[in-house]
């Protein structure tokens, strides 16, 4: 896929890309497949790109994972699937220093969970030398959406109105006489678990008060009562015209692979949603609609939480929300550019011909691309435990 060299934002160590790839569906297809040993005897001692996600043959993982093993196949490549039946007894060989894993992509940790599985493989492959995509501790801080708030909230991102409330402990915040978030059934507010994800476990409160809110947030905890948990109030935005004559939510979701970004205009699919979730936003788009900051934001957002590959969903907001990154309505006037979904390292790897509120084909087949190329950098050219790409962690 054809990429555009064009620096954007205020620049990383790297100069960032901005995608110019097709966003029809690919019509080819890939006939190839991971090997995903169902038997630990079956395991190698060395891989040069591995994968997880729990079970072989997934339909949302699927035209990926081929895509995947094509790539890595033309670049003689080692490849593995680490799932279900072999993972723990590959994170035990890994910590022995019977196997060694290159570069990996983790599709399946749960961060906050302390003996998570999948959490457990990624450690250790970073542990023992091998490059994981993002580093297990970036992503365990930025996943979670309290940690990541108060970090955006510091270095001046657009983030909407929310206050943390630990664990168990909303029925004495609700009673705090000064709240920066009103109680009075005058606002819409969610509740959000701070390591939820496809969003799970969020629960939307109208007309909020006191009580309403302690009745959803009994419906909201079902889904980890020990996690903690931020409470946001609801942002709005406009609508603006894109290049085909059509109006869209002024609403976003940003792509950032391996010093790429690639931006979408973005709509969750819901009951009567016609049409796929993605478009790509376009060159022309960005110019007339002046959304460089659009980019900027996204940039900066890399260079903050130091990862290689996740997603971002961002807005301009009609709200008076404090950010550094502003850009024009409909009526010219300067709005805040705020994140809604901060950070999310499990990107949908899903594709637009299967289920239309996924990305488009040609899109994940490029990622599988890029993670090839970048797995076989790391096999060519830097002894285990090297950095493979530049740092990202400098203040935004």
């Known amino acids: 896929m054809a990429t555009t060299q064009k620096t954007v934002g205020s620049g990383l160590a790297a100069p960032v890309r901005l995608w110019s790839g097709p966003e029809e569906p690919e019509t080819e297809s890939a006939r190839h497949s991971l090997s995903a040993p169902r038997r630990c005897e079956e395991l190698a001692p060395h891989y040069d790109l591995t994968l997880s996600h729990p079970a072989v043959d997934m339909d949302s993982f699927r035209a990926f994972d081929a895509w995947l ?3 890595a196949a033309a670049r003689g490549l ?7 039946d072999n993972v723990e007894e590959a994170t035990r060989r890994l910590r022995a220093g019977r196997l060694q894993c290159g570069f990996h992509l983790d599709y399946y940790a749960l961060w906050h969970v302390p ?3 999948y959490a457990r493989l990624a450690q250790a492959v970073h542990d023992r030398g091998g490059r994981t995509i993002n580093v297990p501790e970036r992503s365990r801080e930025f996943t979670n ?3 990541a708030h108060v970090q955006l909230l510091e ?17 004495e915040w609700v009673q705090t006489p000064s709240l920066s978030l009103r109680l009075d059934g005058s606002e819409t507010l969610f509740i959000k678990p701070a390591n939820g994800f496809g969003s799970r476990g969020i629960v939307c409160v109208e007309h909020c008060d006191r009580e309403r809110l302690l009745a959803a947030w009994e419906n909201a905890r079902q889904f980890d009562a020990g996690d903690d948990y931020i409470v946001q109030r609801l942002v709005t935005w406009p609508r603006l015209s894109g290049d085909d004559g059509i109006e869209r939510n002024a609403y976003w979701r940003v792509f950032y692979c391996l010093g790429e970004l690639i931006p979408f205009w973005w709509a969750k699919q819901e009951t009567g949603f016609a049409g796929p979730s993605y478009r790509r936003l376009t060159g022309a788009e960005i110019k007339r609609l002046r959304l460089q900051p659009l980019l900027a ?18 807005c301009l907001s009609d709200g008076d929300e404090p950010s550094r990154y502003q850009a ?4 010219g006037r300067m709005r805040p550019l705020v994140a809604i979904d901060y950070v999310n390292d499990q990107c949908d790897v899903d594709v637009q011909s ?29 002894p285990f435990g090297a950095a493979v790409f530049p740092s990202h962690n400098r203040a935004a």
């Open 328 to 331: 024009p309505g409909p009526d």
């Open 145 to 147: 959406k309290a940690q």
């Open 78 to 84: 080692t490849c593995c699937l680490f799932h279900d």
């Open 155 to 171: 270095h001046g991102f657009g983030v909407p109105l929310s206050v943390r409330v630990p664990s168990g402990s909303m029925a």
């Open 297 to 314: 934001y996204a940039e900066d957002l890399a260079g903050l939480c130091g990862m290689n590959w996740f997603s971002t969903e961002i």
């Open 354 to 382: 299967r289920c239309p509120g996924s990305p488009p084909d040609a899109l994940i087949r490029h990622v599988a691309e890029r993670f090839a190329e970048a797995a076989l950098v790391r096999k060519n050219t830097l």
């Open 115 to 117: 003996d998570d599985p």
């Open 69 to 71: 093993a094509k790539a």
